[in-house]
């Protein structure tokens, strides 16, 4: 690809987009994980260009924040009013100087499906027909909107690009479109700019003219057509948002299918760009892997999963679960229903079972929580047993407090862990304990009221209840039947 490594790549994303009938700007709007200019930059980071500019207007603060903060080495061009899209390029070029010598790649930062390969291909087809520019094109089956590509009846050649509002009934029934991705030379683009007239519907300079200009001025003007129309979807309402996330994922699912991953249902499942998976990873209906998710080698999860920015170790298997920044291990066990906050890391072989939540905490090998817990603010050794309905109380109403548990634990059922308190390796708790104080390894601490039985309560205070008359048919029957 270096080969036809262009002197720069353009990205036209001033616009205000007002079909989102949003506050964010278009172009921050997401699909899979990304936002929309950040998928156009990451395609135009294939091309390994010297240059990457992206042309900011409406909202050019927080669309120039954004790339500074996720795309270094972006640069951004002010485009102060939105005159249309050649005055837009005329504005990158004057960023970079003016005197681009070298392809110049012009994208739209509202087409989230355009891939690197496509731009790659686009480049190359330039570079070896020797073009003064190449348009890439699609046949799509509604061009309402999009820009026609006119060709000569004769030779087929492009001679120009007309648009929707400007085009005339004959050539509104084209159905070969602008995708509004070019590769030029850059200085006769430079030059062609410079002639571009604003007398059209819109009162707008359009980037499209400069086909017609540079073939009228005996230059090479080709056009390549994308193997599949999808990708140069544009983004410009929310029905098209959903779609081209709709795509995406489809897209991004046979990726994973084609490297031995198994998704039962794809059309139930949602993932993000970011995420990762190794062969024989099983994703049930109903799972939305987001972030930097990584699915280690058979590792199952779902259904009905939630899972951001979370890995999963090989084997693991993760069932109705929601997890946020969380380290599973290799052959955990994860739910039914548990829930997984920022800064769980559970061991090999371990468990965080039904009802269980857990934020900030280091599970060792082997260890489980099974039932009904929450486990914050905690570290747990190897082999150590949570009873069942355990709460590590870790807040006390002003700061948050750390519980440690030793490996070879065996804790009760129904136990508070009061945090700061540790108990030793090997020790045991009794069930409905309320631990306060550190528990020696190998101690069993009971921290709970005595028993107390007050015989002959209900016949005297319930007389000729159900419960009465139970008991004294108990109280006549052998003791041996009880
Ligand atoms: C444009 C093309 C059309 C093509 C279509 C493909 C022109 C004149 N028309 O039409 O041929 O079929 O894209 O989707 O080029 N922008 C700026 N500054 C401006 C104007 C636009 O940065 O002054 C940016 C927008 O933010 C957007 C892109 O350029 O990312 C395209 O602009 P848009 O208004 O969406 O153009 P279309 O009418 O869709
Ligand atoms: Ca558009």
């Known amino acids: 690809m270096s080969a036809n490594r262009p002197a720069a790549v353009v990205v036209l994303a001033a616009g205000e987009g007002t079909r989102m009938k949003s506050k964010t700007p278009k172009v921050l709007h997401e699909v899979c994980g990304r936002s929309l200019v950040g998928h156009v930059v990451s395609a135009a980071r294939e091309l390994d260009p010297e240059h990457l500019v992206v042309v900011v207007g409406h909202a050019a603060d927080q669309v120039g924040a954004h790339l500074t903060d996720r795309y270094a080495g972006t640069r951004t061009a002010f485009q102060a009013e939105q005159n249309g899209t050649g005055h837009a390029v005329r504005i990158a070029l004057e960023e970079l100087g003016q005197s681009v010598s070298g392809t110049v790649v012009v994208v739209c930062g509202d087409t989230p499906l355009l891939s690197g390969a496509t731009l790659t291909a686009l480049a190359a087809t330039h570079a070896a027909d020797g073009n003064a520019v190449t348009v890439l094109t699609a046949e799509v089956p509604d061009a309402t909107g999009y820009g026609r590509i006119v060709r000569d009846a004769a030779t087929g050649a492009v001679t120009?690009?007309?648009?929707?509002?400007?085009?005339?009934?004959?050539?509104?029934?084209?159905?070969?479109?602008?995708?509004?991705?070019?590769?030029?030379?850059?200085?006769?683009?430079?030059?062609?700019?410079?002639?571009?007239?604003?007398?059209?519907?819109?009162?707008?300079?359009?980037?499209?003219?400069?086909?017609?200009?540079?073939?009228?001025?005996?230059?090479?003007?080709?056009?390549?057509?994308?193997?599949?129309?999808?990708?140069?979807?544009?983004?410009?309402?929310?029905?098209?948002?959903?779609?081209?996330?709709?795509?995406?994922?489809?897209?991004?699912?046979?990726?994973?299918?084609?490297?031995?991953?198994?998704?039962?249902?794809?059309?139930?499942?949602?993932?993000?760009?970011?995420?990762?998976?190794?062969?024989?990873?099983?994703?049930?209906?109903?799972t939305q892997l987001l972030g930097v998710t990584h699915l280690g080698e058979g590792s199952e999860v779902g259904p009905n999963t939630r899972l951001r920015d979370t890995s999963v170790g090989a084997g693991a298997r993760v069932d109705n679960t929601v997890a946020d920044r969380a380290e599973i291990g290799p052959e955990a066990s994860v739910g039914p229903f548990a829930y997984l906050r920022p800064g769980t890391r559970l061991g090999t072989k371990s468990k965080a079972g039904t009802y269980v939540e857990m934020k900030n905490a280091t599970i060792g090998e082997g260890t489980k929580v099974p039932h009904l817990s929450y486990v914050g603010d905690a570290t747990i050794g190897d082999y150590t047993n949570i009873g069942a309905a355990s709460v590590f109380v870790n807040y006390d109403g002003e700061a948050k407090h750390h519980t440690t548990i030793g490996s070879h634990c065996k804790t009760g059922s129904d136990n508070m862990f009061v945090a700061p308190v540790t108990v030793g390796d090997g020790a045991y708790t009794a069930a409905g304990s309320v631990i306060t104080k550190d528990v020696p390894a190998g101690s069993l601490a009971v921290a709970r009221g005595q028993q107390r039985n007050i015989e002959g309560w209900v016949a005297r205070k319930r007389p000729g209840s159900a419960a009465a008359q139970a008991a004294a048919a108990a109280v006549e029957k052998p003791s041996g039947d009880l």
């Open 160 to 286: 120009a690009i007309v648009e929707h509002k400007d085009a005339t009934a004959e050539q509104r029934t084209v159905r070969e479109i602008n995708s509004g991705v070019f590769a030029f030379d850059g200085q006769l683009l430079a030059d062609a700019l410079g002639k571009v007239r604003t007398d059209n519907s819109q009162g707008e300079e359009y980037l499209t003219d400069v086909l017609g200009i540079l073939r009228e001025a005996g230059h090479r003007v080709g056009a390549s057509v994308a193997d599949d129309h999808r990708e140069i979807l544009g983004i410009n309402n929310r029905v098209q948002l959903a779609e081209a996330r709709r795509l995406l994922n489809q897209r991004l699912l046979e990726q994973a299918m084609l490297a031995g991953v198994t998704v039962v249902d794809p059309s139930s499942v949602l993932v993000d760009v970011t995420v990762s998976f190794e062969p024989d990873a099983v994703v049930h209906p109903g």
